[in-house]
């Protein structure tokens, strides 16, 4: 019984409630680093990574925090553990660091880590906790690899850097704002389908 909710704190990002197909959560770094999958390899390992410990420790000192309080703590929590984050990355990928831009120290302000914080972590224990900031971020981290697939493949005819079909003629709107719009929409409503059946 407790394995199961455990699995069900954790598997629920991932489909049921992914952050951005059926949240629709955290869409400006989804509109804005989906270029490529490098950018969004990135990305994910950075939101998966802060997600996953804030959630961590906000559930941890849950008890301790005055409710008058509770957002600006849970601020220094995220922005604390995106600091180390960008740190790390501008040390072992500074041209990663360089392709996120903005995005990387604006994860602090990203709808889905302060959404599970609030939502979730200050009312549960350390493990559930853990597991729904793993299955977010999972969940986050598979629709923008996703869409940064479908991008880079439609508006390149790369992937990864490498060409997959000779033959095929890419249309560079899909690297452009309303290419993540029209990718991002259909996916969307491509998921929405598929929950409804």
């Known amino acids: 019984m407790v394995k199961n909710n455990l699995w069900q704190e954790f ?23 989906t270029t490529s999958i490098e950018n969004a390899l990135g990305m994910s390992g950075a939101v998966i990574f802060v997600l996953t ?14 409710e008058k309080i509770r957002i600006p703590c849970f601020i220094v929590i995220i922005a604390s553990f995106v600091t180390i984050t960008e740190l790390l990355m501008q040390g072992y990928f ?24 609030e939502a979730f972590a200050k009312n549960n224990k350390i493990i559930p906790s853990l597991l729904d900031g793993l299955g977010m971020g999972m969940g986050f981290s598979l629709a923008i690899i996703l869409i ?12 990864l850097g490498r060409i997959v079909f000779r033959c095929f003629s890419p249309s560079f709107v899909f690297v452009l704002p309303p290419g993540a719009l029209l990718t991002l929409g259909i996916l969307i409503a491509l998921f929405t389908r598929i929950k409804k059946r």
Do not use: Q
Not at 53 to 66: E, H, L, Q, T
Not at 148 to 159: H, Q, S
């Open 94 to 117: 500074p041209i990663l660091v360089k392709h996120l831009g903005i995005f990387l120290p604006l994860i602090v302000v990203n709808c889905i880590i302060m959404g599970r914080a």
């Open 53 to 66: 410990f804030s959630n961590v420790v906000i559930s941890a000192i849950r008890k301790f925090v005055p």
């Open 148 to 159: 940064a697939g479908i991008r880079e493949f439609l508006g390149t005819g790369k992937i």
């Open 11 to 33: 598997s629920k990002g991932l489909f049921k409630e992914n952050p951005i197909f059926y949240i629709v959560l955290g869409l400006c770094p989804t509109l804005a680093i």
